[in-house]
T-cell receptor, first 114, second 113 residues
Framework: GAVVSQHPSWVICKSGTSVKIECRSL??????MFWYRQFPKQSLMLMAT?????????EQGVEKDKFLINHASLTLSTLTVTSAHPEDSSFYIC??????????FGSGTRLTVV | GQQLNQSPQSMFIQEGEDVSMNCTSS?????WLWYKQDPGEGPVLLIA?????ELTSNGRLTAQFGITRKDSFLNISASIPSDVGIYFC?????????????FGKGTLLTVNP
């Protein structure tokens, strides 16, 4: 079955630093990947849609200069949280679209900014 | 944006009991999905529904796509402790050149052994 690997699974960083999260499709090519954010006891909120070889499409209210997305290959998309602050602490989840097979989600990254 | 109304928000049941949860929307959607999320993990697809009126089963899980295309329900029969988690409904909607998922707020299920 389709597997999406997300790394790291958790990260603690100091306020003001940047953090990069990787999302890889292990056994299929994903032209489109998605990045979500989930606060405790809340639903998944789509942040942006990442298309290989082109600029990401951000949802309304998501700062594209703060959440940098790069989708340089058909198996890898990265999300960089720049100049992180405590309010950026959250659970970040990626998913990859596998054609008619739908969407497979990564296991998420718990970001804590101190 | 689109909003899905998912209920109940949480459920506490005894092992062996059946469970039912549902989602409604003010808009029509052609695809309804049900996911389960374990703590600290990403969601895992349980059932996908593509046709109005469709009733689909996956083991002890059964889901139906409402005939109006504005609602769906998920039933879990004979619950077991490992059914604990958050269940989300989701719909696919067009976002420009891509289809995107919109999630309901989730139903937290607790199963007492």
């Amino acid at each position: 079955g389709a597997v999406v690997s997300q790394h790291p699974s958790w990260v603690i960083c100091k306020s003001g630093t940047s953090v990069k999260i990787e999302c890889r499709s292990l056994d299929f090519q994903a032209t489109t990947m998605f990045w979500y954010r989930q606060f405790p006891k809340q639903s998944l909120m789509l942040m942006a849609t990442s298309n290989e070889g082109s600029k990401a499409t951000y949802e309304q209210g998501v700062e594209k200069d703060k959440f940098l997305i790069n989708h340089a290959s058909l198996t890898l998309s990265t999300l960089t949280v720049t100049s992180a602050h405590p309010e950026d602490s959250s659970f970040y989840i990626c998913s990859a679209e596998q054609g008619s097979y739908g969407y497979t989600f990564g296991s998420g990254t718990r970001l804590t900014v101190v | 944006g689109q909003q899905l109304n998912q209920s109940p928000q949480s459920m506490f049941i005894q092992e062996g009991e059946d469970v039912s949860m549902n989602c409604t929307s003010s808009s029509i959607f052609n695809t309804w999905l049900w996911y389960k999320q374990d703590p600290g993990e990403g969601p895992v697809l349980l059932i996908a529904l593509y046709k109005a009126g469709e009733l689909t089963s996956n083991g002890r899980l059964t889901a139906q796509f409402g005939i109006t295309r504005k609602d769906s329900f998920l039933n879990i029969s004979a619950s077991i402790p490992s059914d604990v988690g958050i269940y989300f409904c989701a719909v696919m909607n067009s976002g420009g050149s891509n289809y995107k998922l919109t999630f309901g707020k989730g139903t937290l299920l607790t199963v007492n052994p």
